[in-house]
């Protein structure tokens, strides 16, 4: 280990993380791509940092969320109990999928993630007159966030829980298969299944996503695949470029930024798809 | 009209979000500290440098569980059961965790 090798997993990882903070997207999903392409760093050593630096950027994030009080902390603990689920599965599965797989799954969550950045998402329409029923009633997870803008409470309610709970299972253990956040899935489990309004959304699942990683990041750690040379360097420069991504987050063209974005993720797809097949592509 | 309070609870909000932001930066720090003493002297790194930046990865891992440590007595306290007793199964999962780690590191080892 030479501290070249430190300071530019230190540097890469800052400027992932400031990045992915401009768009409030986790930094996992650059990361590791780019700790294996270029890095030469081994997958699953790739992995184990890259969670670590996902419950970093979670738990350092998450404090104006909840003083803003858009976390239903009660919907989240509820929904914990199928991510945390899910990463353990991902764990087990993590010694028997090849790695072969690994980079072909990767690469269809970059892909996914590019998708899912080019189209637009609205908050759920909410159905007047419809009496709330289901787990969300029973558990008492509807709640209401105050808008800022409109100087209001705006009331939520909380729905097919159950689904929601699957989606999260899945996405638990994608995030502790791969190493990155549930930003992907995040979308169809808490929009479309849950209905709930974008900023909440969004503050619950990065409050979520901390205990998620720390399930497989907890097995990893005690299974010795999280290197402290490499994980070390990653968390740091990822927490420090989350605090600079955040505070440059206003100043730059949002629709840029996306298509830029895109680019990176299709890019970086192909690169894990090549690598998936084999072919190995000299950088530099 | 359904009661808005429901699902929010004020105290242990803050309470979250002071535990988990001086948290992240007490593990920050400590592997910061670990990394500088490793690169300072890269040559002949000492042996606790890296043991210094284990221990805030051991942190950062802590933490989110502390979290749901500190909602468990909360919820209890609050007699909120239900809620606790889903705090607690979050813990047993995520000793789960650790367990099922435990048992790969051996089958490698052995």
């Known amino acids: 280990m030479n501290s070249g090798f430190t300071l530019w997993l230190f540097f890469v990882s800052m400027g992932a993380s400031a990045l992915g903070g401009m768009l409030g997207m986790a930094s996992g999903i650059f990361i590791v791509p780019i700790l294996i392409l270029f890095g030469h760093v081994e997958i699953h050593t790739a992995i184990g940092a890259s969670l670590i630096s996902v419950i970093a950027c979670s738990c350092g994030g998450v404090a104006p969320y909840l003083k803003g009080r858009l976390t239903n902390i009660r919907l989240a603990i ?39 950045m080019l189209a637009k998402r609205g908050d759920p329409v909410i159905a007047t007159g419809v009496v709330p029923s289901g787990w969300g009633t029973t558990l008492h997870l509807h709640s209401s966030y105050p808008d800022v803008k409109q100087k209001q409470e705006i009331p939520y309610h909380v729905q097919r829980v159950p689904m929601g709970m699957m989606l999260m299972y899945g996405a638990g253990l994608i995030s502790a298969l791969l190493g990155i956040g549930i930003g992907v899935l995040k979308i169809p489990a808490m929009d479309t299944a849950l209905r709930l309004p974008i900023k909440v959304s969004s503050a619950t699942s990065n409050f979520m996503i901390g205990v998620t990683a720390a399930a497989s990041a907890g097995a990893y750690f005690m299974r ?58 000299r950088v530099g | 009209m359904m009661n808005q309070s429901d699902s929010n609870h004020p105290y242990l909000e803050s309470l979250l979000a002071y535990v988990l932001q001086y ?15 490793s690169l300072i002297s890269a040559h002949a790194p000492p042996f606790s440098a890296m043991k210094i930046v284990t221990v805030g990865l051991a942190l950062f891992i802590l933490l989110p569980v502390f979290r749901v440590f500190i909602m468990f007595v909360v919820f209890l306290n609050d007699r909120d059961y239900k809620f606790s007793a889903i705090a607690a199964l979050v813990l047993a999962i995520l000793a789960l965790g650790v367990v099922v780690g435990l048992r790969a590191a051996k089958m490698v080892a052995g």
């Open chain 1, 78 to 116: 509820v929904l914990e109990v199928a991510t945390t689920l899910g990463a353990i599965t991902g764990v087990l599965l993590s010694g028997i999928i090849p790695v072969v797989y690994l980079f072909f799954l990767f690469a269809a969550i970059l892909f996914l993630s590019a998708q899912q």
């Open chain 1, 224 to 281: 010795g695949t999280i290197i402290p040379s490499v994980a070390g360097p990653v968390a740091l420069g990822s927490v420090l470029g989350a605090v600079i991504g955040a505070h440059i987050l206003m100043r730059t063209s949002n629709a840029k930024l996306r298509l830029f974005f895109v680019v990176v993720l299709v890019l970086l797809g192909i690169q894990m798809l090549l690598q998936a097949l084999g072919i190995h592509w």
């Open chain 2, 23 to 37: 948290g992240s930066w007490a593990a920050s720090a400590t592997i910061g500290v670990g990394l500088a003493l």
